[in-house]
């Protein structure tokens, strides 16, 4: 259980979050010209490296410890969790970071790579400091020693998500409500922190 735990909190963190974002979206592209196989090898290799590092840079941060710190990185994380929950229930205006976000993995797209190295390179770089990314750097935080669960549940979390994305595509550009499913992420953010502070109390008391 100890194991099992943070991979499905990754894995639906991650999962729900990435469910009609912009990401999903761009390997829905990729997919008109290249085999699903590569596209979510490519997804699985960017997710590695982005997810990745962000669990394993919290999971270094959490081995300075000592009780005091120890309680200081648990409430700064689950504060993060509630903060990245809450902040996505605000609505988004367009902004310069995001934009040239948005140009950079264009023209990424357009580059003749190897597709697998193509969709990897643009996971990567759409996915740092994104929400995801960040609660995978909390989660690094949370659960130290269960880094390979984190890993393995935030590459399901993304592949599972962007293979509906390109063999469902159709059906979920005419049936997905995006606001929904936006709100649901948001709510498990809440939940996962209301649940992180519970813990901390029941712990305390």
Same mark, same amino acid.
């Given at each position: ?7 499905? !909190? ?144 935030? !590459? ?45 109390? !029941?712990?305390?008391?």
């Amino acid at each position: 259980m100890e194991l099992i735990y943070p991979f499905l !909190i990754t894995f639906m963190l991650v999962f729900f979050s990435e469910l009609g974002d912009k990401t999903q979206l761009l390997v829905l592209s990729f997919s008109t010209k290249n085999k699903a196989r590569n596209i979510l090898l490519g997804v699985a290799l960017g997710t590695f490296f982005s997810h990745g590092f962000a669990i394993l840079f919290g999971s270094k941060v959490a081995y300075f410890s000592n009780d005091i710190f120890q309680f200081y990185l648990k409430i700064f994380t689950y504060a993060s969790f509630l903060l990245l929950g809450l902040l996505g229930f605000i609505p988004k205006k367009q902004d310069t970071n995001f934009s040239n976000k948005s140009i950079l993995l264009n023209k990424f797209s357009h580059m003749q790579f190897n597709p697998i190295i193509m969709v990897a390179i643009c996971i990567l770089v759409g996915e740092l400091g994104d929400k995801t990314f960040l609660a995978s750097l909390s989660l690094g935080f949370q659960y130290p020693n269960s880094k390979l669960p984190l890993i393995l549940g935030s !590459i399901c979390g993304m592949v599972l998500s962007d293979c509906i994305a390109i063999f469902c595509g159709k059906f979920l550009g005419n049936h997905l409500n995006e606001k929904f499913i936006e709100i649901l992420s948001n709510i498990l953010f809440v939940v996962f922190g209301l649940i992180g502070f519970a813990s901390i109390f !029941i712990n305390f008391s």
